[in-house]
Structure formats: C-alpha cells, structure tokens
C-alpha cells in the first residue's frame, strides 16, 4: 500500500535496523531487502560489535544471528 506521495510507509518512516550476522553473504542480501525498503541499516559481524554500534546510535528493530563468534545474538 503506498501513500498519498507514491511513497511505501517503510520509506515514509525509514526504521532504523541494526543487523547483526558472522555470515557476510546473508548480512549484504538482507541488508540489500531492508534498503530497497527505505529502512536506515546498521550491520555487526558479531554481539560485541552489536553493542557498539548501539551504544553509539539506537535502533528501532533489532535482527540477529543467534549463533556468533565471540558473542552469541542472545
């Protein structure tokens, strides 16, 4: 559904996604999806990396591995 503008309500909003994942390919897809969605993406490679990025900026939706190298996503 689009609004009044032809705009998509994700572009309208644009989230603020914190993506967290070890594997590279899968980070850049979803990452590819979440743009194209006009939701605003940070990425982590790992938990420790997660937390940085979020102390430094707050995200709106979280979405993480749950399975990590140095930290898990729980």
């Known amino acids: 559904m689009n609004d009044a503008d032809?705009?998509?309500p994700a572009r309208?909003?644009?989230h603020r996604v914190l993506?967290?994942?070890d594997d590279d390919d899968f980070r850049a897809m979803l990452r590819?999806?979440?743009d194209r969605a006009g939701h605003h993406v940070t990425e982590?490679?790992?938990g420790i990396?997660?937390?940085?990025r979020?102390?430094?900026q707050p995200a709106g939706l979280l979405i993480t591995d749950l399975i990590?190298?140095?930290k898990d996503g729980v």
């Open 12 to 14: 309208a909003t644009g």
């Open 68 to 70: 990590m190298p140095r």
């Open 6 to 8: 032809g705009s998509s």
């Open 44 to 46: 982590a490679r790992d």
């Open 49 to 52: 990396e997660a937390l940085d």
């Open 54 to 56: 979020l102390r430094l």
């Open 19 to 21: 993506l967290v994942d």
């Open 32 to 34: 590819r999806i979440l």
